[in-house]
């Protein structure tokens, strides 16, 4: 009999619903030669430093660095009921293979092998890996269950992750905490999240607005804006020079200029993606955003969530088509366009989201936020294999004396995809220039001097935060491998990194805005470079991917951590002396 575990109890019932394992029993459901239980997320979790050593109970500097010779794990207290009817079909003697069915990615794979560990189970394992809970896609994975073996070196990243992180948080926060009397949290990821909003803070904080002029001249129909001008009394002598050289009479326009521009749609989304224009558009928090997707792929409504591709694979073609035209009556596919959503070597774990088949029958019912999030994966599907969209940009301008005074305008020749995102994107209108050719002439009734002053970047919010997170670091990272977690954080967890921040008091919502708290700058102010610099955290997830394709060794890459945590303490012991 195979015993299968799920990561939650929703997701189990699914399974065991379509594999047969009807029969409920008290934490687990059983029939046609299958146990189907499930975790409850982390069932396991590594141990606090004072259950490995006694000393380590004492937050103090002389017991630092905290580096054990065996990092320990233990049952977490508030799931120990279901981690003990795990552990007892684990040893039953009617289960020869063990199924893992959490969900297929790194930290599903760790969430089973912990469980599996702490219970000294040494049954085969098998992976269930599949990307959709409809039923077809569930019963697929059934029949090509993976070779648990095949899975050992991503449980290694997973591990490596794991001891990273509690390495940099129990060591790191303990010393800051002890150095300057305040409780401080510290994270491997987090702190340098925390550092790129503090710098940003910052930067605003520090701006010094610039004084600038440009020369505003206008017919009755068209209005042309000189470029910046730093110097007032250069701006002063343009304005009257050409005023009185042109008041009244006909100016030839130096350049028109014509284009059309053919713009392709955007691929389907990731989570991240998803994540940042659910907050654009919906105000929604990354973390709303990513249990909305969660609840909608447990209806077998959408696609798995945790995505970092905005690909399919190669063999979706003819699903993708059919899924097309359920979606939408007459719906039209722009081949080209079809064509380069689908590329396999881009698809890591799990392919992007978008609507599944068997849920375009079944998505009503929702909730206000389940309809727009759902609606959103929809549209932005369709969109993405429609037509492009068809602008013409106009570009006039007129030089003068070795100024160059412009006018830019745009119209929409055909809509093509954006009329799936309509309801998103706010109509600014067309900015359709009157119809000029070169050689014309305009004449000038209007002269004036404009006074401006230069703007610092905005302030974080979610949508432009989760950006920053994805493209941190990057340009540290070896452009030779495909990277499973790119930037700070994995599409997974930096909705809970943002929360946590917030909850820790590192940072506050300021409407839209996230900003820098006092404590959160006193923080970031007093860390080690290396700890809150998004290089270090690109280079470690290199190594955290080289770890799953077996490229390096994972205890290496944990003693690299430990040596580089002890470095720092180390020196602080020493200047403290």
């Known amino acids: 009999m195979k015993l299968v575990i799920a990561e939650k109890p929703s997701v189990a019932l699914t399974l065991a619903k379509v594999i047969g394992a009807n029969t409920k029993k008290d934490g687990y459901c059983e029939g046609n030669s299958y146990i189907v239980s499930w975790c409850v997320g982390h069932l396991i979790q590594m141990s606090n430093p004072d259950k490995i050593d006694e000393k380590w109970k004492t937050w103090s500097l002389k017991n630092m660095p905290i580096i054990p010779e065996e990092y320990k794990h233990e049952i977490t207290k508030a799931t120990k009921k279901q981690y003990t009817i795990l552990k007892k079909l684990l040893d039953s003697d009617r289960v020869d293979t063990v199924v893992n069915a959490c969900d297929a990615g790194r930290e599903g794979e ?20 599949i990307s959709s809970m409809e039923n077809k896609a569930i019963e697929d994975g059934f029949k090509n269950l993976k070779d648990g073996s095949n899975y050992e070196n991503l449980y290694k990243s997973a591990s490596a992750r794991a001891i990273a992180d509690w390495l940099v948080g129990m060591n790191l926060s303990r010393l800051y905490s002890c150095l300057y009397n305040q409780t401080y949290s510290v994270g ?10 503090a710098k940003r803070d910052s930067e605003i904080s520090t701006f010094k607005k610039q004084k600038y002029y440009t020369v505003d001249i206008a017919s009755d129909n068209l209005k042309l804006v000189s470029e910046r001008i730093d110097d007032l009394s250069e701006a002063n ?12 009479k006909d100016i030839e326009l130096t350049s028109v200029e014509n284009k059309e521009v053919s713009i392709k749609p955007e691929k389907p989304y990731d989570l991240t993606t998803l994540q940042r224009e659910a907050n654009k558009y919906f105000g929604y928090s990354a973390n709303d955003t990513l249990n909305t997707t969660q609840s909608l792929y447990e209806k077998k409504l959408v696609t798995y969530p945790r995505t970092d591709s905005r690909y399919l694979t190669n063999d979706m073609t003819e699903t993708i088509k059919e899924l097309l035209h359920g979606l939408e009556n007459d719906y039209t596919i722009n081949e080209d366009n079809f064509e380069l959503i689908f590329d396999s070597s881009k698809v890591t774990d ?3 989201i978008i609507p599944t088949l068997t849920g375009i029958a079944k998505a009503d019912g929702l909730s206000d936020k389940e309809r727009n999030i759902y609606n959103l994966i929809k549209n932005k599907l369709l969109a993405s294999c429609s037509d492009n969209l068809i602008e013409s940009n106009t570009n006039i301008s007129i030089m003068y004396q070795g100024h160059n005074f412009n006018a830019k305008g745009k119209s929409v020749i055909e809509k093509g995809f954006t009329k799936y995102l309509q309801e998103y994107i706010k109509n600014k209108g067309d900015s359709q220039l009157p119809n000029f050719k ?22 974080y919010n979610e949508n432009t935060l989760l950006k920053a997170m994805e493209t941190a670091g990057v340009d540290a990272l070896d452009k030779n491998i495909e990277v499973e977690r790119k930037g700070l954080g994995t599409p997974a967890t930096r909705a809970s990194i943002i929360e946590s921040l917030i909850r820790r008091e590192l940072i506050k919502r300021d409407k839209k805005n996230l900003l820098i708290t006092d404590k959160g700058n006193m923080l970031v102010s007093i860390v080690e470079d290396k700890f809150k610099s998004a290089d270090t955290t690109s280079e470690w997830e290199m190594k955290l991917s080289k770890i799953s394709s077996g490229e390096v060794d994972a205890d290496d890459f944990i003693k690299e951590i430990e040596r580089s945590i002890t470095e720092v303490i180390d020196r602080y012991k020493k200047n403290i002396k």
């Not at 491997?188 to 909003?197: A, E, F, G």
């Not at 002598?237 to 009244?248: A, D, Q, R």
């Not at 050689?439 to 610092?456: M, N, Q, R, V």
Request: charged fraction near 25%; include cysteine.
């Open 188 to 197: 491997r990821v987090q702190t340098p999240t925390l550092y790129l909003i």
């Open 350 to 352: 799990h392919y992007a």
């Open 110 to 129: 760790l969430i089973f092998r912990l469980v599996y560990n702490q219970a000294k189970c040494k049954k085969k394992i098998q992976r269930l890996w």
């Open 237 to 248: 002598s343009l304005l009257e020079n050409i005023k009185s050289e042109y008041f009244n």
């Open 438 to 459: 070169q050689g014309d002439s305009i004449k000038l009734i209007s002269f004036d001097l404009a006074k401006k002053y230069t703007k610092p970047q905005s302030h």
